[in-house]
């Protein structure tokens, strides 16, 4: 599974705005791998090696590596060199609750600050293309990253809306596990918490995404309508949701 550049779904795991075009990639794929535990916690990241495997330069791989430290994703020693750094599910729960106050900020900012009628009706057509997703009522893998393909893209519309660089390149430091897809499944920290048959892929629409989807739904209401404390509640509860959720299935046995 790879991120798909075009939509821009890497812009919110996060790219400084002056990455270059050879690193941009490089930083995507690696953090990619990182998350979906493709490399082992503890692994040593040799950038030879990388830049071999990858079939680029060692610049924009120690680049990119430079980002991934800086994000918490791996560790550098002067003796070690890079390595990816343990998550455990504790980690995962922590960023979502910083993420939750963040993400929160940004909805109640990007009110205060005031949408381009534009950039709102994109927004709310977002909205509604995740609606015909989850009404069609049938799931897949393939549907399902359709679905978190949109669902990246309303949050970052968000984070764009509010107008604060600083903002959003703090949002992008708590995204330590994936979301192009269910973390139940695909967060390793998270997914051998999660007994098997909750990790598999239904053949209708989850529960939790059509929830997702109506808070969507609301937070794109709330902006439309001017009220910023309310995007900024409901924004915060539904990214929270995601720990509730994850939270209960964890323990569950």
């Given at each position: 599974m790879t991120f798909d550049h075009d939509t821009g779904m890497a812009e919110g795991l996060g790219e400084p705005p002056q990455t270059e075009p050879a690193t941009h990639t490089v930083l995507t794929q690696l953090r990619e791998r990182?998350?979906?535990?493709?490399?082992?916690?503890?692994?040593?990241?040799?950038?030879?090696?990388?830049?071999?495997?990858?079939?680029?330069?060692?610049?924009?791989?120690?680049?990119a590596l430079a980002v991934l430290s800086a994000e918490g994703l791996v560790s550098y020693g002067m003796n070690r060199g890079y390595t990816v750094r343990a998550m455990g599910i504790g980690d995962v729960f922590d960023a979502i609750d910083v993420r939750a106050a963040l993400e929160g900020l940004a909805a109640r900012l990007s009110v205060e600050v005031?949408?381009?009628?534009?950039?709102?009706?994109?927004?709310?057509?977002?909205?509604?293309?995740?609606?015909?997703?989850?009404?069609?009522?049938?799931?897949?893998?393939?549907?399902?990253?359709?679905?978190y393909r949109i669902n990246r893209l309303f949050h970052m519309a968000i984070h764009r809306a509010s107008q604060n660089t600083v903002l959003r390149n703090a949002i992008r430091m708590t995204l330590i596990y994936p979301l192009f897809g269910d973390p139940a499944r695909l967060c390793p920290s998270v997914a051998a918490h999660v007994p098997p048959r909750l990790r598999q892929v239904p053949d209708t629409t989850p529960e939790f995404i059509q929830r997702s989807q109506a808070q969507h739904e609301q937070i794109a209401a709330a902006i439309r309508d001017e009220d910023a404390e309310a995007a900024g509640r409901l924004m915060a509860a539904h990214v929270l949701a995601t720990k509730t959720r994850l939270h209960a299935i964890a323990t569950r046995r």
């Open positions: 990182i998350v979906t535990g493709q490399f082992a916690p503890d692994s040593k990241l040799r950038a030879e090696a990388l830049a071999a495997d990858m079939n680029v330069s060692r610049t924009p791989v120690r680049s005031g949408w381009a009628e534009d950039a709102l009706s994109e927004l709310e057509a977002l909205a509604r293309s995740g609606r015909a997703i989850v009404d069609g009522n049938t799931w897949s893998e393939a549907i399902e990253l359709d679905w």
